[in-house]
């Protein structure tokens, strides 16, 4: 009989827990886990945020085109742009002419194509006074314009239509994203 409440030695009487070895080896195999656990969380928070900078882009993007289709064909287009320029008096040279230094004083179409040649190939976004706005600090822009007389996305001689392209470049965490790229078609009239 046991005295003072004492149990009895024996199978009955063992008491079961855990080893230190146990407990050590179940640490470090939590541990693991939640190492691989928050690198994928980590590594997902950062890519969260691209879309948000690919949707500012587009909006970008398709502002810049817009302002740009507004823009007359040519130099020499008259207002309204009828009669329409020809080989004769259309500019021959797409690009700004060298009076224009910003996009405030850009007046055609072909203006544009200052934002192409360049190396690298791309421009920090600014706005039409050349400043930098809010918000876009690391997006990047490409604009070219070409002459496409036969509308099959090819540079070619003749002054029918001239194919504009905007690639924006949002950043992202590898640094500058994939380009978005927008093209559309201006025509001589």
């Known amino acids: 009989m046991p005295v003072n409440g004492d149990s009895q030695h024996g199978a009955a009487g063992k008491q079961h827990g855990a080893t230190l070895i146990e407990l050590v080896v179940s640490m470090v195999i939590l541990a ?11 590594s997902q ?4 945020v691209e879309p ?3 949707i500012r882009a587009a909006e970008l993007g398709q502002a810049l085109m817009d302002e740009i289709l507004a ?3 040519d130099e020499n ?25 910003s996009r405030i004083d850009f007046d055609d ?3 544009y194509h200052y934002y192409c040649d360049s190396s690298p190939p791309y421009f920090a976004i600014e706005d ?8 876009f600090e690391y997006f990047q822009m490409s604009i070219c314009v070409v002459y496409d007389n036969d509308y ?3 540079s070619g001689a003749g002054v029918n239509a001239k194919r504009i392209t905007i690639d924006i470049y949002p950043p992202a965490a590898g640094g500058r994203g994939p380009a978005i790229t927008f093209s559309a078609y201006r025509s001589n009239f």
């Open 32 to 42: 693991i886990a939640m190492t691989s656990l928050s690198v994928q969380f980590f």
């Open 45 to 48: 928070t950062t890519r969260a």
């Open 52 to 54: 948000l900078f690919e």
């Open 71 to 73: 823009k007359p064909y």
């Open 77 to 101: 287009s008259p207002a309204g742009g009828v009669p329409a320029c020809d080989d004769d008096s259309c500019s021959p040279v797409l690009g700004a002419e060298p009076d224009e230094t």
């Open 109 to 111: 179409v072909d203006d």
């Open 128 to 135: 039409v006074e050349g400043n930098e706005p809010d918000g």
């Open 152 to 154: 099959d996305g090819m």
